[in-house]
Structures are given as structure tokens and as C-alpha cells.
């Protein structure tokens, strides 16, 4: 199971915080079924998870490596936080195209959208190419809201560690 927002939405601060009380709930829920031996897979359990490998250190986008989505149409997708024309990676056509996602790899290892940000070197959202593609176009500019979970999802890690 997966869960994320809809990136191209401008939340409120009241929207976000409902959002972030949701997660904590299925978070709970999740380590009492884990704890019952009926764990479930959670695809934030596996981002919060990540702060504690590598020292806590971000990860990287894996835009048509990880996972890939289909829309009814057949166009793919490298990632769910992009299903706009600047998120297609090919179709069930003609396949992946390579060429795409190298370029798109290659320019976000160029983005320094977070390097004054003081969590920066833990964050796991800043590496979403697709996310900052959705939200403005490039990759160059940071969604405030993917920001505001980065903290939740951290503060989420440091209370729930010892459990995961």
C-alpha cells in the first residue's frame, strides 16, 4: 500500500496538519498489526526506515528505475507524484526512453534547490525530481508541502524508531 498527496493541491497549514495526524494514525495502526505478526507493507514505513540506513543520509530519485506507473491511455510514468506530460518516461508502445530518464536523472543531481536548508543532508523529498517537476515545472524549485512532511515524517522516526 502507498499513499501520497496530490503535489499539484496548495494546501493549507490546517489541511496538512489533518494530513499528518492521518499518517501517525495508520503509523500506529501499522505497529499494532506489526506487533500482532500481521505487519502490512506501508510505503512510508519504508521512507521512515531510511532515516535510519546510511546514517540518516537522503536517498536518491528513482524515477524509471524503482518503480514505474501505467495510465489508461499506456503512457509510463516514473513516479506517482508526476502523472503530467513532463512525468511520462515513454509508453507501452515503444517502451521506456532511455534517453528521458537519463536527462532527467542528470539534471537532478544538478538541482541545489535545498542546499541552505538545514535538513537538507537527511532529506528524503528533495531528491524527487518528479515532484518538483509537478509542482513548478523544474527542478529547481522546492514544494513547500513535500517540506512540511519531510519534518513531519522525521519527527514521526524519531518517536516511532525503537518500533519500526
Known amino acids: 500500500m502507498d ?24 503509523l500506529r495502526y501499522y505497529l499494532k498489526r506489526k506487533k500482532a505478526g500481521k505487519a502490512f507493507l506501508w510505503g512510508p514505513i519504508l521512507d521512515l526506515k531510511k532515516y535510519g540506513e546510511n546514517n540518516g543520509e537522503s536517498g536518491f530519485c528513482g524515477v524509471g528505475l524503482i518503480q514505474i506507473y501505467i495510465k489508461v491511455d499506456g503512457r509510463i510514468f516514473g513516479c506517482a507524484a508526476n502523472l503530467e506530460d513532463s512525468g511520462c518516461i515513454g509508453d507501452v508502445e515503444n517502451g521506456l526512453s532511455k534517453e528521458c530518464i537519463k536527462r532527467l536523472r ?14 537538507s543532508v537527511k532529506c528524503q523529498s528533495k531528491n524527487c525530481i518528479m515532484n518538483s517537476l509537478a509542482y513548478s515545472g ?3 524549485e ?9 519534518r513531519k515524517k522525521r519527527n514521526l522516526w524519531e518517536i516511532y524508531a525503537p518500533q519500526l
Not at 494546501?11 to 495526524?21: F, I
Not at 539534471?107 to 538545514?118: D, H, Q
Not at 522546492?142 to 519531510?150: G, K, L, Q
Open 3 to 26: 499513499s501520497s498527496i496530490d503535489v499539484m493541491n496548495r494546501w493549507t497549514t490546517d489541511q496538512l496538519d489533518g494530513l499528518a495526524d492521518e499518517w501517525e494514525k495508520v
Open 106 to 119: 542528470k539534471i537532478g543531481k544538478e538541482g541545489n534547490m535545498c542546499s541552505k536548508c538545514s535538513f
Open 138 to 140: 523544474t527542478v529547481g
Open 142 to 150: 522546492h514544494n513547500p508541502d513535500m517540506c512540511y512532511f519531510e
